[in-house]
């Protein structure tokens, strides 16, 4: 965790600003609440114990002290929830398809995606096309093997391929427009996010600062807050 991060006055920095925002339009106190609870040292335990991993440290302390979702760039962080007696991701408050973290193996970044995508293909006796192979189009997308999985995989194809693409990483928060950002989980990239557009198969691209220095979730996170509060002043 980033001593210099002291996330309970985030918390307030950000109701604060929740505050301003809705007085400056006229409104009163929001109804519903700004930030989810936050989790317990036992709950927090629990998620690791069913995930079989440590949470990145400042995630991990922004959940103990700020809150299990909330406000976050750009629109909301997705929360973590029980459903059930298991804990999953949820985004836009959809119970019925949180998003659970597979830590069986390491995120696969952009550029070993494709070979990723072949070894499971023929893992499955599935000899892919050359599909796969070309150069990315004009709409960003990377190379992907989508219709070889659904002959592969039938029915459960699409959605093999989308949990495969995103194991070892949590989608953690909703962009707009479709795009989204992710924390690695598990690899040699652990606590560092990836932006990703809204194309079919977009890359995972770093989440990087002015200066191009690549964000943790704390400076990723204060970074918004910083600019939320000076286009507020």
């Known amino acids: 965790m980033n001593p210099q991060i002291d996330w309970s006055a985030v918390r307030e920095r950000v109701l604060a600003l929740d505050e301003a925002e809705r007085r400056a339009v006229g409104l009163g106190p929001s109804a519903y609440p700004v930030f989810e609870p936050v989790?317990?040292?036992?709950?927090?335990?629990?998620?690791?114990?069913?995930?079989?991993?440590?949470?990145?440290?400042?995630?991990?302390?922004f959940l103990a002290e700020v809150g299990a979702g909330g406000p976050g760039p750009e629109l909301r962080l997705t929360s973590l929830r029980r459903i059930g007696g298991s804990w999953g991701w949820v985004?836009?408050?959809?119970?019925?398809?949180?998003?659970l973290l597979d830590p069986g193996?390491?995120?696969?970044?952009?550029?070993?995606?494709?070979?990723q995508?072949?070894?499971?293909?023929?893992?499955?006796?599935?000899?892919?096309?050359d599909r796969g192979q070309h150069e990315p189009t004009d709409r960003g997308e990377e190379d992907h093997h989508l219709d070889d999985y659904r002959e592969a995989f039938g029915d459960a194809g699409d959605e093999l391929w989308h949990l495969e693409r995103g194991r070892g990483a949590i989608h953690i928060s909703d962009d707009g427009c479709g795009m989204t950002t992710w924390l690695v989980m598990v690899g040699?990239?652990?606590?560092?996010?990836?932006?990703?557009?809204?194309?079919?198969?977009?890359?995972?691209?770093?989440?990087?600062?002015?200066r191009g220095n690549r964000h943790s979730f704390g400076t990723w996170y204060l970074e918004w807050?910083?600019?939320r509060e000076r286009a507020t002043r």
């Open 91 to 99: 985004r836009d408050g959809d119970e019925a398809h949180p998003w």
């Open 39 to 61: 989790l317990t040292p036992d709950e927090i335990t629990e998620v690791e114990a069913q995930y079989g991993v440590g949470l990145p440290d400042e995630y991990r302390a």
């Open 105 to 115: 193996v390491p995120f696969v970044e952009t550029e070993g995606w494709a070979a």
């Open 225 to 227: 807050l910083e600019r």
């Open 117 to 129: 995508q072949v070894a499971t293909l023929r893992a499955a006796g599935h000899e892919p096309t």
């Open 188 to 210: 040699a990239h652990r606590g560092a996010l990836r932006h990703r557009d809204c194309a079919l198969d977009p890359p995972f691209e770093p989440s990087v600062d002015a």
